[in-house]
């Protein structure tokens, strides 16, 4: 089944404690993209990826990284979380950019 | 300033009942996608649109790339419709700005 993975599903940490949310597709896909949506902010983009090796800042990139060393995989990763990146996070991957996105099934992150 | 707006913010319509919900946005883009997301949480790509229109079953999608305006319409609208729609935009095929989202609820 094509699908889009993110892993873990929920998450409570501390502030400070790094943490890494995996995303994984399925599909062969070239771009693979992270969001977060907050209650009156709505999706916002906080790194894309265009292919292996190319990632890219989105709308919100400050206090993330990512990695792309393989097709399948876009991990995101919080250094120090913060209690501001108390979010929803969402995992996408389309064939190309601008194509029909590919929603992973949405990540809860608490950080206290 | 958000720079894909959309509108209604909310809207309740009785079953049956035909739908539109509508997005613009302030500069040229690459394409313009439709997302539905469920009470779940889990979202859904419905359109990718770079000109014209799409219809999938009861979802009609038209873009006018000159006036920087799409919009989605439901035709006989059912209570299982009931989501919040979302309006995205692509700028060279890569930057993705999304719209606040407007939260449809279709009663019986």
């Known amino acids: 089944e094509a699908q889009v993975t993110q892993n873990p599903r929920y998450l409570i940490t501390v502030t400070g404690k790094k943490l890494t949310v995996t995303c994984s597709q399925n599909?062969?896909?070239?771009?693979m993209s992270w969001y977060r949506q907050d209650p009156g902010l709505g999706l916002r983009q906080i790194y894309y990826s265009m292919n292996v090796e190319v990632t890219d800042k989105g709308d919100v990139p400050e206090g993330y990284k990512v990695s792309r060393k393989e097709k399948r995989n876009f991990p995101l990763i919080l250094e120090s979380p913060s209690p501001n990146q108390t979010s929803l996070y969402f995992c996408a991957s389309s064939l190309w950019g601008g194509e029909t996105q590919y929603f992973g099934p949405g990540t809860r992150l608490l950080v206290l | 300033k958000n720079e894909v707006e959309q509108s209604p913010q909310n809207l309740t319509a009785q079953e049956g009942e035909f739908i539109t919900i509508n997005c613009s946005y302030s500069v040229g883009i690459s394409a313009l996608h439709w997302l539905q997301q469920h009470p779940g949480g889990g979202i859904v790509s419905l359109f990718m649109l770079s000109s014209g229109k799409k219809k999938h079953g009861r979802l009609i999608a038209t873009i006018n790339i000159q006036e920087k305006h799409s919009s989605l319409h439901i035709t006989a609208s059912h209570p299982r419709d009931s989501a919040v729609y979302i309006c995205?935009?692509?700028?060279?095929?890569?930057?993705?700005?999304f719209g606040a989202g407007t939260r449809l609820t279709v009663k019986p």
């Open positions: 599909m062969n896909h070239e771009y």
């Open positions: 995205a935009v692509s700028y060279n095929n890569n930057d993705m700005r």
